[in-house]
C-alpha cells in the first residue's frame, strides 16, 4: 500500500468542503458511495488515499466534477465549487462583448438571484 501525500490530504479537504456545502452529513456521502462512515472519514482526512473510482463516485454524488475535487482547477478547498452548469454560464457570459447586452444580462441574473436569495444576503 502505497503511502499517503499532501495531494491525498488536499482531496480529502476538498471532499469535506464540497459535502458540507452541499449539507450533506458524513454517513450520507459514505452510504451513497458504499463506504463506511469511518472510511470516509478517512478519505476527507486525507488518512487514507481514495480511488479514481470511488472519487468519481464522490464527485457525480456531490454534483462537481472529480476535476474539482482533484485540484486540476484553481480551487481554494474552502471556497466555492462551481456546478457544470454555472461554469458554463459564466464561460458563455465572459464571451458576449463588453456593452448593454452583456450588462443587461447581468442585471437579469443579479435581479432573479435576488428574489430567491435567502434573508440577509448581500444583494449586489
Not at 21 to 40: C, H
Not at 51 to 76: F, K, M, N, P
Not at 103 to 118: F, H, N, Q, S, T
Amino acid at each position: 500500500m502505497r503511502s499517503v501525500t499532501e495531494a491525498d490530504q488536499a482531496i480529502g479537504q476538498r471532499i469535506r468542503a464540497a459535502r458540507r456545502r452541499q449539507g450533506l452529513s458524513l454517513a450520507t456521502l459514505a452510504e451513497a458511495v458504499a463506504v463506511t462512515s469511518p472510511q470516509m472519514e478517512k478519505y476527507e482526512g486525507g488518512a487514507n488515499p481514495i480511488t479514481a473510482a470511488r472519487l468519481a463516485r464522490v464527485a457525480e454524488h456531490l454534483a462537481v466534477s472529480a476535476d474539482d475535487l482533484l485540484g486540476l482547477r484553481a480551487t481554494d478547498p474552502s471556497g466555492p465549487i462551481l456546478s457544470d452548469a454555472a461554469r458554463a454560464l459564466a464561460e458563455a457570459f465572459d464571451r458576449l462583448p463588453e456593452g448593454q447586452l452583456k450588462e443587461g444580462v447581468y442585471r437579469l441574473v443579479l435581479a432573479a438571484a435576488a428574489d430567491i436569495a435567502p434573508e440577509g444576503r448581500e444583494r449586489h
